[in-house]
């Protein structure tokens, strides 16, 4: 993704965030401020932004999260129509309502993470199972790694038993090097270790820092894969 359409996407999470939180807004000044009460608001903002954190991400829930404390303050706690608060009681509850605000999008962003590394772990044992070559899976294994990291090259090399030559794969095939790897994973099984995983990331896109716990458990996923080779070969 360039940086253009990145921009354009984290623009288009904060209006979608801003409208979410401004029609939560309409619908309690409707109601009235004093029947809801600021305890009963500071609960009903929460919905907008744990559902924007749920379905666009963190920067969409962060975004939700300071409207409605612009709004929350805006609207509902005196002076009314103004930023300003006058009373002590006030700042603690716009404070309370931002720290709950943050600790819901934390969790909902975990939460978020866990499922999505379940995925792709389910991914790439689906990719790899069934596999009979060595070759197979280090193809396999570079496709997976550039598609999944948006990387601009990934390279795997795995050393066979015995005195056979390394299988060096390339994805995409034309060799491109001009750097030294962003990051470089080890590939272990119960031989120890018999390959890696070189990676060099699109100067657009973050990787995974290199002691993920994602990246590690990505490598012993593949080291049973080439074990498994050794049945068929």
């Known amino acids: 993704m360039d940086k253009t359409r990145f921009s354009r996407k984290l623009f288009s999470d904060a209006f979608r965030a801003v409208l979410w939180v401004s029609a939560v807004t309409l ?3 409707v109601i009235g401020r004093e029947t809801l009460g600021e ?6 903002y929460l919905i907008p932004i744990a559902w924007c954190a749920n379905r666009w991400g963190q920067f969409s ?4 999260a300071l409207t409605a404390a612009l709004m929350f303050d805006f609207f509902f706690i005196p002076p009314f129509y103004t930023l300003a608060v006058d009373r002590l009681e006030g700042w603690l509850v716009l404070a309370i309502f931002l720290a709950v605000a943050i600790v819901v ?3 909902i962003e975990a939460s978020l993470r866990t499922a999505q ?10 990719a790899l199972t069934g596999l009979r070559s060595q070759d197979a899976v280090a193809r396999t294994c570079a496709r997976f790694f550039r598609l999944f990291l948006l990387a601009s090259q990934v390279k795997v090399i795995y050393h066979p038993k015995k005195d056979a030559p390394d299988i060096v794969i390339y994805e995409p095939q034309e060799i491109v090097e001009v750097r030294k790897p962003d990051r470089q994973l080890p590939i272990l099984n119960v031989w ?5 995983i070189q990676i060099w990331a699109d100067f657009d896109v973050k990787l995974p820092d290199k002691d993920s716990r994602l990246l590690k458990n990505f490598a012993a996923q593949i080291g049973k894969a080439f074990e498994r080779t050794q049945l068929y070969e």
Do not use: C, R
């Open 117 to 126: 590394d379940a995925v792709l772990m389910y991914d790439l044992s689906d």
């Open 61 to 64: 829930g962060t975004s939700a």
């Open 27 to 29: 619908l309690m000044l």
């Open 39 to 44: 305890a009963v608001i500071a609960l009903l």
């Open 192 to 196: 120890g270790l018999i390959g890696e």
């Open 105 to 107: 999008i934390g969790h």
